[in-house]
């Protein structure tokens, strides 16, 4: 059974930085490319950032570019979101996701590119 399991939310204020954590089982992580998304209260679920399996390539959506940073361990089978420089409108609940073999970008463009999604860590932001 496939389980990904988010970790590091809470509440920082604004400026902060918080670190995110994807721990994956069940699957072959290095064949898998990892994203994460977020959902804002009353608003629907955006891509954030994407990194390709292999770990060459990463694409993250531009309100994001230069604050966070997406990343992977495929020894440990977990993949990061560092965030910094947190903005009261990064509030969310953030999910990761895999997709068997599929590029970072094609992450971005089209939900059926997902095969698996976490269950959420909340991230909330005050000013």
């Known amino acids: 059974q496939v389980q990904l399991v988010e970790s590091g939310g809470g509440l920082v204020q604004a400026g902060g930085s918080l670190r995110l954590s994807c721990a994956a089982s069940?699957?072959?992580?290095?064949?898998?490319?990892m994203a994460w998304f977020r959902q804002a209260p009353g608003k629907e679920r955006e891509f954030v950032a994407a990194?390709?399996?292999?770990?060459?390539?990463?694409y993250s959506v531009d309100s994001v570019k230069g604050r966070f940073t997406i990343s992977r361990d495929d020894a440990k089978d977990t993949a990061y979101l560092q965030m910094n420089s947190l903005k009261p409108e990064d509030t969310a609940v953030y999910y990761c996701?895999?997709?068997?073999?599929?590029?970072?970008?094609?992450?971005?463009?089209?939900?059926?590119?997902?095969?698996?999604w976490g269950k959420g860590t909340l991230v909330t932001v005050s000013s």
């Open positions: 069940g699957l072959t992580f290095s064949h898998y490319a």
């Open positions: 996701a895999a997709g068997r073999l599929r590029s970072a970008q094609a992450m971005s463009v089209s939900k059926n590119a997902i095969d698996y």
């Open positions: 990194i390709s399996w292999g770990g060459a390539n990463t």
